[in-house]
T-cell receptor, first 115, second 111 residues
Framework: EAGVVQSPRYKIIEKKQPVAFWCNPISGHNTLYWYLQNLGQGPELLIRYENEEAVDDSQLPKDRFSAERLKGVDSTLKIQPAELGDSAVYLC?????????????FGPGTRLTVL | KQEVTQIPAALSVPEGENLVLNCSFTDSAIYNLQWFRQDPGKGLTSLLLIQSSQREQTSGRLNASLDKSSGRSTLYIAASQPGDSATYLCAVRGGSEKLVFGKGTKLTVNP
């Protein structure tokens, strides 16, 4: 069974440019998470989806970040415009659903470098 | 606000040694605790998941314990190997559904 798929794996852009990341969760997983991981830090949640609904986006900087999960499967995270401080690894994770017993599985991440 | 601390930040050991990684958290009202491994440039691989009602979980050479009342967990690695070299992350899950991570312990096992 395929794990969480993310693309691209690496992205280098100039500041003020837009960028988008794509995530395909494990088949059958209704809950999808986007995390941000800065160098030397643990991941921090940006947004959580239950099917197509964003149920926790309190940590998402809404002035420049947006996300969507239109059909409750794949998801896209966008930054427009990117800033130097956005350089980080963006991780996508999925789980069967909410609840304490559902383990989260992570993708390989997208490493963003903003020049 | 939940805070997770991992000690030490880095650890270097010779091959074959048994070792313990520590994780502490400030709010004991958790649903579960998860240990992850992260290799350089890679995503997170789940190693062990301990539910709040459990005291420990074992997988191969790994054993994780949980003492919820004191806000502590340990990851024990037996007979360490160079392939165990990675960063180990501890994360707790509370009522908000999100995982709160520590900064990790970078482990180097020398041949």
């Amino acid at each position: 069974e395929a794990g969480v798929v993310q693309s691209p794996r690496y992205k280098i852009i100039e500041k003020k440019q837009p960028v988008a990341f794509w995530c395909n969760p494990i088949s059958g997983h209704n809950t999808l998470y986007w995390y941000l991981q800065n160098l030397g830090q643990g991941p921090e949640l940006l947004i959580r989806y239950e099917n197509e609904e964003a149920v926790d986006d309190s940590q998402l900087p809404k002035d420049r970040f947006s996300a969507e999960r239109l059909k409750g499967v794949d998801s896209t995270l966008k930054i427009q415009p990117a800033e130097l401080g956005d350089s980080a690894v963006y991780l996508c994770a999925s789980s069967l659903g909410p609840g304490a017993y559902n383990e989260q599985f992570f993708g390989p991440g997208t490493r963003l470098t903003v020049l | 606000k939940q805070e997770v601390t991992q000690i030490p930040a880095a650890l270097s050991v010779p091959e074959g040694e048994n070792l313990v990684l520590n994780c502490s958290f400030t709010d004991s009202a958790i649903y579960n605790l998860q240990w992850f491994r992260q290799d350089p440039g890679k995503g997170l691989t789940s190693l062990l998941l301990i539910q709040s009602s459990q005291r420990e979980q074992t997988s191969g050479r790994l054993n994780a314990s949980l003492d919820k009342s004191s806000g502590r967990s340990t990851l024990y690695i037996a007979a360490s190997q160079p392939g165990d070299s990675a960063t180990y992350l501890c994360a707790v899950r509370g009522g908000s559904e999100k995982l709160v991570f520590g900064k990790g312990t970078k482990l180097t096992v020398n041949p």
